[in-house]
């Protein structure tokens, strides 16, 4: 049997003071879907050739943009692309600026996905054994960087079911996947303050694992 490819993949977390505190934007995956079905997950997806393409609004800040191309030969802003199109697709929400230049995007009319707002947090590549296998990178984003409102999914395609913000308090009682809750834990201690000192890096691309920070 031959191994699983390794796919590039970026997740974007949407971060919102509400009346319970932080919380998150979050969906639930299908009961069929061959990639961790059925559990609660940020939005996001593969990489796609076209994301290199894609022209941002604006570009990701120096420090991100380094951390990004730490060990990885793919785009910093590919993976930004990636990131803000699976927000747009799964949720209908987009983070964007005015422009003359749009992607071929629902809901990007007379905008570009803006990169400058976005931090990255955390990056995992799945474990051997599993029907797919990804790289992904978690990028962080304030919901204030939203275009429009950001309770109203009603352009999002039906890929996440149940969407909606969850307080990081509560958020770990949903069924989610052991990376989502790691991911979720350093959300939690950003959103108190903290700055971890480098992006935690979960590799499973050998026969071992190994963490590092980037």
Known sequence: MSAVPIRDAATIVLLRQGPSGPAVLMGQRGAKAAFMPSKFVFPGGAVDAADAEVQLGRPLSAPVHAALSARSALSPEALAA?????????????????????????GFAGHAPDAGALRFVFRAITPPGRPRRFDARFLLAPAEALIGDPDDFSAAEDELSHLHWVPVAEARALDMPFITEVVL????????????????????????SVFSRL
């Open 82 to 106: 990636a990131a803000l199109r699976e927000l747009a697709e799964e949720t209908g929400q987009i983070v964007a600026t005015p422009s003359e230049v749009s992607p071929p995007w629902p």
């Open 185 to 208: 834990a350093e959300i939690a201690a950003i959103a108190e303050g903290a700055e971890p000192q480098g992006v935690p890096f979960f590799d499973n691309s050998g026969e071992s």
